[in-house]
């Protein structure tokens, strides 16, 4: 072969060589950007999974030792506690003693100090005077008795331990001793336990310490054993059982109220019950249906009733609020109340109106755990939304809806396209796309408040009903079974009605149990109702 045929054979032998490495260099180039694709997906995968960990871990113990203020700053949720009170108290009365003994004086004390609390005694408050007289009214000079010219007076808060008394009743007996006639002697009253221990009054106490003032019958027992009272936690519990009795059509008039009631607010919450078969507790849930007009100053009176029952089925809901002539229904995204927008009803099924306080703590917790802007951004422009509400808080609907239509409703109609906006910039996994996805999802529960004056922007009204039932069962721990958990149920909604309205829980139980045991008429129980009884005054406290 001639040298310039073989030149060129090599030539096309090395080109060919040339051609297959370069793709064979491709497709390991091409391998290799896939290979690194795949890894940068799985890594990117793993790193929103840790980051999604680090927000759950962050929640957790936020939620066990942080704030619960949803407030954007900080500096606005900072309250003094109280042991940085307490030292506060102990350095202002060695500074005070310090001050008497430079004065020369053998206590501290000066206008200032007399006056501090001037106006925060109440004037019903009993006054106990007592008066501090010299030693000796007559002038040292021998000229004789002094003059009084005027006199200093100093008010303090004193207290009296509760004390206990026994209420002895006589009925004396008459005859007349020149005929033979009866015996003439007054009916002996009825009582809620017949020939038993406690007063009206004292039942009363009991009850709303538990229910009211969440402290459990044991701890009672506790309490009234230091004044040699020994009353044993089964004793308290049967007398609170007599009264939930007689209390009954009390809750059952709160009730056809509530169902009249146009819009109503529910939420549910656990309520544990002992379950003696397995030396266990199961879990069961009290629902709270709560009827508060005031944000708009609406005529009805504020009610709230709790029911319990063995689950969280939306089941439940439907169950208890069945004869009910509401339309709107104000409650959390739990999908159980999905099933009442279904329900059959001669006024059609309800309308459910989500909350922006459940929305707004999403991206509290998010912003506050991951500092992420979104979520600080979701904030600041959904603290816009409270702020307008807060200026028409009290006012008539119509007042409170065309502030809403002038200042809520283009804040609103901006949020959502930028929530889709976010979204599509940000991984789906994330916990922020979670958020966002959950606002869209029940976008049109939450703009309902834009059409009606009466609705509200969130469920805190409920909210703030439950919230000491979850403090009792904090203390209590545990009903001891259903039953109890059903009159739990019932003396909690008629203490916390009492609340709302502004009574005295412990006066209106005292009287109320005594009329009814006095045989007050059942056509007229609406007269017994909390929000007809006296207000809180200086007649009762």
């Not at 960990?53 to 954007?72: D, M």
């Not at 100053?297 to 709790?306: A, E, M, Q």
């Not at 922007?457 to 001891?480: G, H, M, Q, S, W």
Request: hydrophobic residues 40%; positive net charge.
């Amino acid at each position: 072969m001639a040298p310039a045929a073989q030149m060129c054979s090599t030539w096309r032998m090395s080109t060919a060589t040339l051609r297959d490495e370069n793709e064979r260099l491709k497709a390991l180039l091409a391998q290799t950007q896939a290979a690194l694709s795949e890894h940068q997906a799985a890594l990117a995968t793993s790193e929103e999974a840790r980051r999604r960990l680090e927000v759950i871990l962050g929640e957790l113990c936020r939620e066990k030792f942080g704030a619960k203020s949803e407030k954007l700053r900080p500096d606005q949720y900072h309250l003094p506690l109280e042991d940085v009170e307490i030292a506060q108290g102990v350095l202002d009365a060695a500074q005070e003693k310090a001050a008497a003994i430079i004065r020369g004086r053998s206590r501290a004390g000066s206008d200032q100090d007399r006056h501090r609390n001037r106006g925060y005694l109440p004037a019903h408050l009993p006054r106990v005077e007592r008066i501090l007289e010299p030693a000796s009214t007559f002038c040292p000079c021998g000229c004789g008795a002094m003059t009084k010219i005027g006199e200093d007076v100093s008010k303090r808060l004193d207290v009296i331990p509760a004390q206990w008394r026994v209420l002895v009743t006589r009925r004396p007996k008459y005859i007349c001793r020149r005929c033979s006639g009866p015996v003439v002697q007054a009916h002996a009253p009825e009582h809620v336990v017949p020939g038993g221990l406690p007063t009206e009054a004292a039942i009363a106490q009991v009850i709303v310490s538990k229910f009211g003032d969440h402290t459990p019958f044991y701890r009672q027992a506790e309490i009234y054993a230091r004044q040699g009272i020994r009353l044993d936690r089964a004793t308290l519990g049967n007398w609170s059982g007599r009264a939930c009795f007689h209390l009954q059509p009390v809750a059952d008039h709160m009730r056809r109220h509530l169902a009249a009631a146009d819009r109503l607010f529910m939420d549910e919450t656990t309520a544990p019950v002992l379950d003696p078969g397995r030396g266990q507790t199961k879990k069961g849930y009290f629902w709270a249906i709560v009827s508060d007009d005031r944000g708009h100053s609406g005529p009805s009176p504020p009610i709230v009733l709790f029911r319990y029952a063995p689950g969280r089925s939306g089941a439940f809901a439907e169950q208890f609020l069945d004869g009910f002539n509401g339309r709107f229904l104000q409650c959390d995204a739990y999908d159980g109340y999905d099933r009442l927008i279904e329900v059959a009803r001669p006024q059609g099924p309800w309308t459910l109106v989500h909350c922006w306080s459940h929305l707004r703590r999403r991206f509290v917790k998010l912003a506050r755990n991951s500092k992420s802007p979104i979520a600080e951004a979701a904030v600041r422009q959904i603290a816009q939304l409270y702020a307008i509400e807060a200026m028409v808080r009290g006012s008539s609907p119509d007042i409170r809806l065309a502030a809403r239509k002038e200042h809520s409703l283009p804040l609103v109609e901006a949020l959502k396209p930028w929530f889709e906006k976010q979204l599509s910039m940000i991984s789906s996994g994330s916990t922020l796309a979670d958020d966002i996805r959950y606002a869209l999802n029940h976008w049109q529960g939450l703009t309902r408040f834009l059409d009606d004056g009466r609705l509200e922007l969130d469920t805190n009204p409920v909210e703030n009903a439950i919230r000491p039932i979850c403090l009792t069962r904090k203390n209590a721990l545990f009903a001891d079974h259903e039953v109890g958990a059903e009159n739990w149920a019932l003396l909690a909604s008629i203490v916390a009605t009492c609340k709302l309205n502004d009574v005295n829980p412990v006066a209106y139980i005292a009287e109320t149990l005594t009329a009814i045991i006095a045989g007050h008429p059942q056509s007229e129980i609406d007269d017994l109702m909390p929000w007809r009884f006296r207000k809180t005054s200086s007649q009762h406290q």
